[in-house]
T-cell receptor, first 114, second 115 residues
């Protein structure tokens, strides 16, 4: 079985301050982990993914995430928020073997205040 | 341009009237799937397909059917829609499920309202 928990449904930051979006997962198998972003009325876009190479993964638009197996976490960070980062973010887990479904977290809505 | 297309983008229908939402990808991807997105629940997988003629249930398959007769197309069928199927639907595809192949590419979404 697998599951994803995004610990905050809403996060609000000021422009120029750091962003932290938290994600914990559970999986019976070594997982692949992803972060996707969804801007209002848009589809989903891949930010970054972890597939067992480096534990610190860099993505687009200055985002990065660190895979911590001991904590079963895959938190998303960015050093300095921009207004254009305001969106909904989804953490996703999928086992790397077998015909199993992908599992999405419930999402974190990021607000960026001027 | 590499893309996943869905049609229609918006649909309002009535309970019990059969409908089909089409999904097509031009990237020669083997893996395709359907999701529904509901507020506070994120995306939940309805069905997925590993290849032509190979489909499997996801987390919420009740009330839906799919078929995969061709590699590029993966239609979602609602035989008798009900109001609880009002949702935003996304189709997605990926090369496969192995490492390096499992990045999902999403369509633009179909907003369905069942009255």
């Amino acid at each position: 079985a697998q599951s994803v928990t995004q610990l905050d449904s809403h996060v609000s930051v000021s422009e120029g301050t750091p962003v932290l979006l938290r994600c914990n997962y559970s999986s019976s198998y070594s997982p692949s982990l992803f972060w996707y972003v969804q801007h209002p009325n848009k589809g989903l876009q891949l930010l970054l993914k972890y597939t067992s190479a480096a534990t610190l993964v860099k993505g687009i638009n200055g985002f990065e995430a660190e895979f911590k197996k001991s904590e079963t976490s895959f938190h998303l960070t960015k050093p300095s928020a921009h207004m254009s980062d305001a969106a909904e973010y989804f953490c996703v887990v999928t086992p790397r073997v077998g015909r199993r479904a992908l599992t999405f977290g419930s999402g974190t809505r990021l607000q960026v205040q001027p | 341009e590499a893309q996943v297309t869905q049609n229609p983008r918006y649909l309002i229908t009535v309970t019990g009237k059969k409908l089909t939402v089409t999904c097509s990808q031009n990237m020669n991807h083997e893996y395709m799937s359907w999701y529904r997105q509901d507020p506070g629940l994120g995306l939940r997988q309805i069905y997925y397909s590993m290849n032509v003629e190979v489909t499997d249930k996801g987390d919420v398959p009740e009330g839906y059917k799919v078929s995969r007769k061709e590699k590029r197309n993966f239609p979602l069928i609602l035989e008798s829609p009900s109001p609880n199927q009002t949702s935003l639907y996304f189709c997605a595809s990926s090369l496969g499920r192995g490492i390096g192949q499992d990045t999902q590419y999403f369509g633009p979404g179909t907003r369905l309202t069942v009255l």
